[in-house]
């Protein structure tokens, strides 16, 4: 899910992607830069991102990620999967 | 999406690594721009990156198909193990091939001539009419009763059962006006018969019932084949008229190619022009086709036809505008004395005929055949299975599933049999050219047989049963979960395993049983052929034997005596040319299939109340000199005279069996009299001949009748001739060119209108009246070598292999004193003790099969003493040099290397 929020604002290469992922948690999430691979091959496979290649700013070749409608459609209803699982949790937290 | 993925993995992961080292790149980057040096920039790239090559092959595998790709990699494996023992998988693939191609090919006859459906639209639904009479006699032959006009007539106007029926014959036509006179075979038709085939003429107009009214204009339809060869294909025939038995008629459509009523194909269609006036009860030579009304079964039509028949012998008389239904002799002799009875066949059946035998016959003792050949390439796949032992025990303790060594194992035999299959498809293509090109030209539906997509699944599934089949037997024996495998390199322990030489004796024996019953049904075979070529057939010397036939058409030559002198001047002609030592004709010759003709005679002296009727005897019509020319001996009396004949002295000859019969012996015979009916004239026996096998090699002589060429008809007082008649030339020139052309130019000279059809030797005539006892030897003697063969090879390569695993113990044995002579001794004695075993087992099987071919064999009983002694004898014989061969190399075994060996 959060590799398809990333994208939502336009197309990244993997390195930026795993640039925000990193920058968004603070450090919190430890990952290593490559498990974003075999995430992003399993999203190409269901169809719900596109890949081109493309130029960096650097200058250096890479693989652009878009999202499709596929993915954007997937992207809403996990967010509000998630959205509502957090609320049942406040719900849950504040009740007790 | 997915197989994309799949079928692109490749490029796709050069795409990932390409990616993945971009990513170190920016990542290098930017730790260089933090001030790092390149080298260790680089390294913390990579490690921030973590380990890329797992992700990778995680993202490869995530791409493939687990199962798909660990089976393409086994089959990698196993076409690498094949091609490096090239010996090994030539022997598997050829004799797969052999044994699939055989049955492939056998199946594509089977299928075309049994299974498939007649090439008409809802060929399911067209019957045959015929009709039994268990109680007629020899009237009627293996195809049983025809129909006669009257029951057309009644069937068709009555019936409750059929869309539409018809009526056909056939008969020999002369056509002239096209050149050179030629003889064309014809299909006379009734009204509703091609309209129950359901197929209209490719150009023209069909028969209509305007053409079958007697006295229309004479019309005729063209064959596809005619059409292409005396017209050249020219859509303006159409409206041109031919002369046909000197009538002109016009031609009125040409049917589309491939077109045939039965079985084999018609140059002419011609209308039959029933008369109802002149339909009799009697008369049966009419075939018959309907088709049957939606959802009406078989025993509904028979039900329908037997309602029919009290009901047609009432409406009819003896003769043309008779009393109805005679009196109500009709009655008795038709439906109390013959019994006849419906018999309604699909027309694909009746086609076929009995041709179904012999064909299932033969594709048992193929699938024998490929039994045989399974157990040989299970019994390959045993010994090497048995080397690679210690390969499969290394895998195992590697951690190897029992299952995955059991498919890599399977997957290997599969490949056999693919390839094994590949290869049977081609050989039975070429096999079943040869077929089409040389096989029995009786044998139904000849033309139609070919490779089609059911004989190619057919082909594949023997493939595939035969692979599991000889792919599982090495399984079991050591893949089996809980087998324990050795990973000591051929075990020191001297004994061999009695247990895993089990497996293959067996198999040994079973083949040598299997190969025995098919040799033996191939003994019974030739035996068959045997005693048919030593019967006397009645004749003599068949090479030296030209046939040809001649029809003098009614409104050529209208006066009956003018066509028999006609004929005499041919013989005469003939009888002139050089090296012709004899000529002469009859109606019908022996085994040349012309339409017999049956009826009862009754002996001067013996009273016949009514229901006792005579039995039926053979009627041919024989001209003097034709027992001269075909060499049958006089056994007592005269032949025929051309004076007597033209004086109208009323005489007959007949077979020696018929003489015996009714008085005791030939020579007696002579002068006594007969007659065919109550009303007929008393005629004298003038001679006795031997008897002849006329119906065919394999069928008893029948009782013959030979009546003149030109005499007295014995149902009315009216002399005719026999118009359509074949000769028979004596002469060493027999099947030569030149002769023909001499015989075309004598007949010729007599007169100009005349063809000459048919020319064949006697032998060739012969030759097809045993063509389906020759095919049926043919196939048997090719699957009975094929079994002897792959037998022997088994038995050989038991004993090899038992010679190869045992030569510590002959070392030792030879060490300890034994002659090299009497080790050999042993291993032949035990491959005559598998013989032994599979020749007892065979022969018990054998006795109970060959029951199955009592009605393909002559003369010979399915227990032939001879065939079940010679057999086993030969196969003996053929064992002892199989075992000996492999058992010599113990001569070549030095003690001292084995015992230095160890």
């Known amino acids: ?96 | 999406m997915f197989w994309r993925h799949f079928l692109h993995r490749d490029r796709m992961d050069r795409e990932w690594r390409d990616e993945m080292e971009s990513h170190i790149q920016i990542l290098t980057d930017s730790f260089l721009a933090q001030g790092m040096t390149p080298l260790a920039a680089r390294s913390a790239a990579r490690k921030q990156a973590g380990n890329l090559t797992a992700r990778r092959e995680e993202i490869y595998r995530m791409n493939g198909i687990q199962w798909l790709d660990s089976i393409s990699g086994d089959v990698r494996y196993a076409l690498r193990g094949l091609r490096k023992q090239p010996s090994f998988t030539a022997v598997a693939v050829l004799t797969l091939a052999l044994g699939i191609g055989a049955n492939t090919a056998v199946f594509s006859v089977v299928n075309s001539v049994l299974l498939k459906p007649l090439s008409f639209p809802h060929a399911g639904e067209l019957v045959d009419l015929g009709l039994v009479a268990p109680g007629a006699g020899g009237l009627i032959g293996s195809r049983g009763l025809r129909l006669s006009t009257s029951m057309y007539f009644t069937y068709a106007e009555q019936n409750r059962s059929f869309q539409s029926m018809g009526v056909w014959t056939s008969r020999a036509v002369t056509v002239t006006g096209l050149g050179e006179p030629e003889q064309v075979f014809a299909r006379l038709v009734s009204d509703g018969l091609l309209q129950t085939l359901a197929v209209l003429p490719e150009i023209g107009r069909p028969l209509t019932a305007t053409d079958q009214v007697t006295g229309a204009n004479g019309t005729v339809l063209l064959s596809d084949g005619y059409w292409q060869r005396r017209f050249g294909g020219d859509r303006s025939v159409i409206g041109r008229k031919i002369l046909i038995d000197a009538i002109p008629r016009e031609i009125v459509g040409v049917m589309p190619a491939g077109f045939r009523i039965a079985d084999t194909a018609a140059d002419l269609i011609l209308p039959l022009q029933l008369d109802r006036r002149e339909a009799t009860l009697s008369g049966f030579y009419l075939e018959s086709i309907a088709r049957l009304k939606q959802g009406v079964s078989i025993a509904r039509a028979n039900a329908d036809i037997a309602r029919l028949l009290p009901i047609w012998v009432r409406s009819w008389g003896s003769a043309p505008g008779g009393p109805a239904g005679d009196g109500g002799l009709a009655e008795k002799l038709f439906l109390s004395s013959w019994r006849i009875a419906p018999n309604i066949r699909p027309l694909r059946e009746s086609v076929v005929g009995n041709v179904r035998s012999a064909l299932w016959v033969v594709m048992g003792t193929l699938a024998m055949v490929m039994l045989i050949a399974c157990a040989n390439v299970a019994n390959l796949l045993l010994v090497r299975v048995d080397g690679r032992q210690s390969e499969l025990a290394l895998r195992a303790a590697l951690g190897a599933d029992w299952t995955r060594i059991v498919r890599q194992l399977l997957v290997e035999s599969l490949l056999l049999g693919a390839a094994g299959g590949v290869l049977g498809l081609g050989i039975a293509y070429g096999g079943l050219r040869l077929l089409v090109r040389n096989g029995p030209s009786n044998l139904p539906r000849l033309s139609e047989i070919g490779l089609d997509s059911h004989a190619l699944a057919f082909s594949a599934i023997v493939s595939l049963v035969s692979s599991l089949f000889f792919g599982l037997l090495p399984v079991l024996r050591y893949a089996r979960p809980g087998v324990s495998l050795t990973v000591r390199d051929s075990g020191r322990t001297m004994s061999h395993s009695r247990d895993r030489h089990r497996t293959r004796s067996t198999l040994v024996v079973v083949q040598v049983s299997l190969a025995l019953v098919l040799l033996i049904s191939a003994g019974l075979m030739i035996r068959t052929f045997q005693a048919m070529r030593g019967v006397r057939p009645g004749f003599e010397r068949p090479d030296s034997l030209q046939t040809f036939r001649v029809v003098v058409p009614q409104p050529l030559v209208p006066k009956d005596e003018d066509a028999t002198r006609i004929e005499q001047a041919i013989v005469s002609k003939v009888a002139s040319l050089p090296g012709v030592t004899s000529v002469g004709f009859a109606s019908a010759l022996p085994m040349d299939d012309a339409p017999p003709n049956w009826d009862g005679i009754l002996k001067e002296g013996q009273s016949y109340s009514q229901g006792n009727r005579p039995p039926m005897r053979l009627y041919v019509n024989v001209s003097p000199g034709l027992f001269g020319s075909l060499g049958t001996r006089l056994m007592a009396g005269r032949d025929f005279a051309w004076a007597d004949m033209y004086a109208g002295r009323h005489f007959v000859m007949v077979s020696e069996n018929l003489a015996r019969e009714l008085w005791g012996s030939a020579e007696v015979a002579v002068g006594k009299r007969v007659r065919a009916g109550d009303a007929d004239v008393w005629r004298e026996i003038a001679g006795v001949v031997e008897d002849v096998r006329y119906t065919g090699a394999q069928e008893a002589a029948p009782a013959i009748v030979y009546w003149p060429v030109f005499w007295q008809l014995h149902y009315a007082p009216v002399t005719i001739a026999a118009r359509s008649v074949a000769f028979t030339v004596r002469t060493e020139r027999a099947g030569t060119g030149a002769l023909l052309n001499e015989i075309r130019q004598a007949v010729w000279s007599v007169n100009g209108a005349l063809a000459v059809a048919n020319p064949e030797t006697m032998r060739e005539t012969v030759g097809r009246s045993m063509a389906r006892t020759s095919f049926t030897l043919v196939m048997l003697a090719i699957a009975g070598a094929m079994a002897l063969l792959l037998g022997l090879v088994g038995i050989y390569g038991v004993i090899a292999y038992a010679v190869s695993q045992r030569t510590r113990e002959i070392g030792i044995r030879l060490a300890l004193g034994a002659r090299p002579a009497d080790v050999r001794q042993m291993f032949v004695r035990y491959g005559l003790r598998l013989c032994a075993m599979g020749i007892t087992i065979g022969l018990g099987a054998a006795a109970a099969l060959t029951h199955v071919m009592k009605s393909l064999l002559f003369g010979v009983a399915p227990m032939d003493p001879v065939t079940f002694a010679a057999v086993p004898l030969t196969l003996l014989v053929a064992t002892l040099a199989a075992s000996y061969l492999p058992a010599r190399r113990v001569s070549a075994v030095d003690p001292v290397q084995c015992m230095k060996a160890e």
């Open chain 1, 1 to 96: 899910m959060m590799i398809l929020r990333t994208l939502d604002r336009g197309p990244l290469h993997g390195y930026a992607i795993a640039k925000h992922i990193h920058d968004w948690s603070k450090g919190d999430l430890e990952v290593e830069d490559g498990s974003l691979y075999p995430a992003l091959n399993r999203m190409l496979l269901k169809g719900w991102l596109k890949a081109e290649w493309g130029v960096t700013e650097n200058n250096r070749k890479a693989r652009f990620y878009r999202l499709t409608v596929a993915g954007k459609k997937q992207l809403e209803t996990e967010s509000t999967a998630f959205n509502k699982m957090v609320r049942s949790i406040q719900l849950v937290m504040r009740t007790s």
